[in-house]
């Protein structure tokens, strides 16, 4: 039988500090309706000093190995998704390998921006098929609060802090595990989402700017087709799709997918109301979300999707 990549376990990290849109309003000229109105955020988690990348990364991926049941010893490769690494190098990866206390293997951080969770599923499903390694943490672990203008309410509103974390190991009992991944980028689009400037904890790192609707309106066309690509790539119609667990930038672009796939509200994971825009972060926030609650259970097919920088988009098809 072929080896399949399984989901074994999942993890989160939320900042202590909440933010409120009423909070924001007092800094910008914002207000809490405008923000839930186009959007659905109505709070982001904003990260302190200590909160660090590798922090985060580390407390969401000692969740997902809990939740396994494996120990930091199992872990082959560290895969750290993230546009805000705490220095250009060494990885932040590694950073959270040492924190784990993993004195073996290897790991690197990736950069995709918003999709970087999906193209991180994408390498970590390879490695594990191909015999390379056998438990892989793939983390998404974001500090956009450090590349924020606070004075541009038309992006300081919408991103927060976080990090999530899977552990994948070799199964495919039952049909379960990664089914399919599609990865595609456009470098062409790459000014209409960018950050210039460097990264870093401590100096002022570049800030983010964004061609709003311009990214809103490749986000609804080039997600629906990547769902259906997904789909059609297994043999599978749009009924037999349990969960979407979809990139949280927007409200408005979640329920155009969710609508496009017939899917009835309460079968879509939405947590962007109360964490905001966490980049790489936010699918794997919401599939631990609800995989924790007991709403996606074990055999449930759970559909992933996300578009950021980059251009890059894309999507992982998981048999739960
Ligand atoms: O995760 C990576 C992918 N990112 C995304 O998917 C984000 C995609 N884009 C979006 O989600 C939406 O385009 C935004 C939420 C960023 C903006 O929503 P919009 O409905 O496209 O608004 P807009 O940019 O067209 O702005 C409408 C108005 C403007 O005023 P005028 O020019 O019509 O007078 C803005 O200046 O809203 C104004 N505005 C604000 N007003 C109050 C922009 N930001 C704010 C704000 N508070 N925070």
Request: aromatic share 4%; net charge neutral; charged share 20%.
């Amino acid at each position: 039988m072929a080896i399949r990549t399984l989901l074994a376990g999942v993890g989160a990290y939320l900042p202590e500090r909440v933010v409120t849109n009423d909070d924001l309003a007092l800094r910008v000229d914002t207000s809490d309706a405008w923000i839930r109105e186009r959007t659905g955020i109505r709070q982001r988690h904003l990260a302190g000093p200590h909160e660090t990348c590798a922090h985060m990364g580390a407390e969401a991926a000692r969740g997902a190995l809990r939740d396994a049941g494996a120990e930091p010893a199992d872990v082959d490769a560290i895969i750290l998704a993230t546009s805000t690494p705490d220095q250009a190098f060494p990885a932040t990866a590694l950073r959270v390998q040492a924190e784990l206390g993993v004195d073996r293997g290897f790991g690197f951080d990736l950069s995709a921006a918003c999709s970087g969770f999906i193209y991180g599923l994408s390498v970590a499903d390879a490695l594990i098929r191909t015999g390379q390694a056998r438990g892989v943490l793939v983390i998404g672990s974001e500090v956009y609060s450090r590349i924020m203008d606070w004075q541009d309410r038309g992006t300081c509103v919408l991103f927060g802090d976080g990090a999530g974390a899977v552990f994948l190991r070799p199964g495919g009992e039952a049909g379960r595990g990664i089914l399919s991944t599609h990865l595609h980028a456009q470098g062409s689009l790459g000014d209409i989402l960018y950050v210039d400037g460097s990264v870093g904890r401590h100096d002022r790192p570049g800030t983010l700017a964004m061609n709003g609707r311009e990214v809103f309106r490749h986000a609804v066309v080039k997600l629906a087709q990547v769902v259906d690509q997904a789909l059609k790539a297994n043999g599978l119609e749009r009924s037999a799709v349990d969960w979407l667990v979809p990139h949280q930038a927007n409200l408005r672009i979640i329920d155009a997918v969710g609508r496009k796939l017939g899917l009835p509200p309460e079968r879509v994971v939405v947590t962007v109301d109360r964490h905001a825009n966490t980049s790489a972060a936010s699918i794997p926030l919401a599939l631990a979300e609800a995989a924790t609650d007991g709403r996606i259970r074990r055999g449930d097919l759970v559909l992933m999707e996300a578009l950021g920088g980059g251009l890059t988009w894309g999507s992982a098809l998981v048999r739960y």
